[in-house]
């Protein structure tokens, strides 16, 4: 599923990230949702701010597979000045410790002459307000359960000689990776209206008989797994999203299937591996490789045409 939902504000954000790596940047914090960490990582923002130390902060540790949550550290703690840690944006030790692991990534930096300055990114709905309002000990960024609630740049200081510079959440303009489309629906950082919410909800059935068959079938009830349409079925009768008549109401099936997910429900579930998250931008790359280059081959059989059309007009040999 290709994605397009990059509302006027993320531009805006976009210009204000090369507008803070202009003025000066020691460290960017990228908040990832630890349930699809490589499908939630933005690589606008790996564009935007490279040659930067980088912190890639696992947030909602707490509804993610431990073990898959511990291979997506070593794959990001493998990367080149970057450092990768779990979180929960709401627990005051763990978020106190980003201040350690930012003063570690740019040790030269950090006092009142030179003071360290951070942005922090992510994408919506990804626990960025939640944890600046943990870290700054107040209510100082807007909370909620959808996307876009920050929409300005802040300011605030950590400690002395410590910035951290907030942004909206941003997505980038076109989610080529399908199964990234899916799982950043299925996660709730893109707007209910750029996406079929019972298409989304067949793909996490989908991946969830792949990956966690148990915690569907505990969590509803199921004696059996069948077709995606019939668990989704079954579900909506568990649910009681059924109309006049007894029939399921499919849509409402599938907004109550996503709901428990987003609220960790079905247990602690991640949605996809390193490896696999791998093979999905080899095959995104292939297939705008080829896209291209049937784009290639059109243009230039219209200009043959064209040629033809030009010479015949004037009657040439």
């Known amino acids: 599923m290709s994605i397009n939902w990059f509302p006027g504000h993320m531009n805006s954000t976009r210009q204000a990230i090369k507008d803070r790596v202009k003025a000066g940047l020691d460290v960017v914090i990228e908040l990832l949702d630890a349930r699809l960490p490589g499908s939630s990582s933005n690589p606008l923002l790996a564009a935007l701010t490279t040659g930067r130390p980088s912190l890639k902060v696992l947030n909602k540790q707490d509804l993610a597979d431990a073990a898959q949550t511990a291979a997506w550290l070593d794959f990001y703690n493998a990367q080149p000045h970057t450092r990768a840690i779990p979180l929960d944006a709401g627990e005051k030790t763990p978020a106190r410790a980003l201040i350690k692991a930012c003063r570690e990534l740019a040790p030269l930096r950090g006092d009142i002459h030179k003071p360290l300055r951070v942005l922090i990114c992510g994408i919506p709905n990804v626990g960025k307000s939640t944890l600046i309002n943990t870290l700054v000990g107040k209510r100082a960024a807007k909370t909620g359960d959808e996307p876009g609630i920050t929409k300005l740049e802040q300011k605030f200081v950590l400690e002395n000689g ?3 510079f907030d942004t909206p ?3 980038w ?10 799982n950043l629906a299925a996660s709730g950082a893109i707007g209910r209206n750029a996406f079929d919410e019972e298409e989304v909800a067949l793909e996490l059935i989908t991946t969830l008989k792949r990956r966690y068959p ?3 079938q505990a969590r509803y ?23 006049r008549g007894g029939a399921v109401q499919m849509h409402k099936a599938a907004e109550a299937l996503l709901i428990d997910y987003r609220q960790g429900l079905l247990g602690r579930i991640t949605l996809e591996t390193p490896d696999e998250m791998a093979a999905w931008r080899r095959e995104a790359a292939e297939d705008e490789a080829r896209k291209a280059a049937e784009r290639d081959a059109a243009q230039a059989a219209e200009k043959v045409k064209r040629n033809g059309r030009r010479k015949a007009s004037s009657g040439e040999a």
């Open 162 to 164: 410590f910035y951290l």
């Open 169 to 171: 959440g941003m997505l």
């Open 173 to 182: 303009p076109r989610i080529s990776i399908e199964q990234s489309g899916y």
């Open 214 to 216: 148990e915690q569907l």
């Open 221 to 243: 009830g199921l004696t059996e797994l069948g077709a995606e349409d019939a668990v989704l079925e079954a579900i909506g009768l568990k649910r009681g999203a059924k109309v």
